[in-house]
């Protein structure tokens, strides 16, 4: 019985473990003549109010052009028209926090299974 406890309580840690990924965000990033590359996915937003998402935008010329996330399909938008381009990362805030929170559901799951009250 305890060992089909723990395969449980490791699967639910694996599970939380994996739901890390989700503690991403968009954060602002410049593309301009000294930042003429964003390295991996890019939301542009244009001046319309728009956005757009794109893998490895880069500055030629005067637009931004790069391949629409999801498609092999290559897209330009004129850099006139380029208003934000944010780009998808890590939040360290919201990973800390779900990390202290996972840790806090380990240590209160081990605690219950072993009692919470140390024997004298």
């Known amino acids: 019985m305890g060992c089909r406890n723990g395969a449980r309580f490791t699967v639910a840690g694996t599970l939380a473990l994996l739901a890390l990924g989700a503690c991403r965000t968009w954060k602002p990033s410049q593309i301009n003549a000294q930042h003429e590359f964003v390295s991996g996915r890019a939301r542009v937003r244009r ?18 052009v790069g391949t629409l996330a999801g498609t092999r399909a290559r897209m330009a938008i004129a850099f006139a028209d380029v208003r934000l381009v944010e780009v998808y990362r890590v939040d360290p805030g919201t990973t800390a926090l779900a990390v202290s929170g996972i840790a806090l559901i380990y240590y209160v799951a081990w605690k219950a299974r072993r009692g919470w009250v140390e024997p004298t």
């Open 47 to 64: 001046a319309d109010s728009t956005f757009v998402v794109m893998v490895d935008p880069r500055l030629v010329g005067d637009s931004v």
